[in-house]
């Protein structure tokens, strides 16, 4: 994990504030509907497909308290109660689970809105269940289902994630699992069809989402001087984003 803070602080014990990285305002493919995405500072994973690494280390700049927060997303609630809701993404959220997870209640209580966690899951095991009590969908991000290479692509195993994927459903939480295919990493129809083969006993599981690749944050990594290792890995194909897709469909699940 690469933060200004030590590694013992990656928890934020704070539930009045927070580091808050970015807002997008009418966001389309991070939940139902058009949403409100808050975007946290913090991460423990190194992916290295990351097109949002600016948001691994936190800055005193983005340090933001509960209400400011909630004043923002207030001028769009009445918008957002009929074409979407919020969704809280990084970064990862539960690298601040009580600032995020305040966030999170005070929005149900206040609101009723929908709310998402776009999350990797692998520090899930660090709140309690009720903590998942205001949010309705998980955005659950499933890096490789082999541990040793799900290491080489982000630093850490995926044990802690699969336990969460179960937890979840578990807790019937609805679950969006996203898949991010990326060439020589994560394209391997073998792969595919074992996280497939787990997948599909967790009845929670409403869909599963196929992302290409692509290169957008690039530059990024190059403003931060940071080594990128995909320099030169292309976008996948469509025909072989379809390969993949069929390894999740041919077990019954319903594919994006």
């Not at 004043?71 to 919020?86: H, M, S």
């Not at 630093?155 to 969460?164: D, I, M, V």
Request: with cysteine; proline share 5%.
């Amino acid at each position: 994990m690469i933060m200004e803070t030590s590694h013992s602080s990656i928890l934020e014990k704070s539930r009045r504030w927070g580091y808050v990285h970015s807002v997008e305002t009418g966001a389309a493919v991070d939940g139902p509907g058009l949403r409100y995405m808050l975007f946290v500072s913090g991460c423990n994973f190194q992916c290295l497909y990351c097109h949002n690494c600016d948001t691994w280390t936190s800055r005193p700049e983005q340090k933001k308290d509960v209400g400011s927060v909630l004043e923002d997303i207030a001028k769009y609630v009445p918008f957002l109660r009929k074409a979407g809701g919020l969704t809280i993404s990084g970064g990862e959220p539960l690298t601040q689970p009580d600032f995020v997870g305040e966030i999170f209640r005070q929005v149900k209580r206040r609101w009723n809105l929908h709310t998402a966690l776009d999350t990797q899951g692998s520090l899930a095991s660090q709140v309690p269940d009720e903590w998942f009590n205001p949010v309705d969908l998980v955005l659950l991000d499933i890096k490789h289902i082999d541990s040793a290479r799900h290491r080489e692509l982000t630093g850490q195993g995926n044990e802690a994630t699969l336990e969460t994927a179960q937890r979840l459903n578990r807790l019937g939480k609805a679950l969006w699992i996203r898949y991010v295919m990326v060439p020589g990493w994560t394209d391997a129809a073998a792969d595919a069809e074992r996280l497939a083969d787990f997948i599909k006993p967790l009845t929670m599981v409403q869909r599963v989402e196929v992302l290409p690749f692509h290169q957008l944050g690039a530059h990024k990594w190059h403003d931060l001087g940071r080594p990128y290792a995909l320099e030169t890995t292309k976008p996948p194909e469509p025909a072989a984003v379809e390969l993949i897709r069929d390894a999740f469909r041919s077990r019954g699940l319903t594919v994006y």
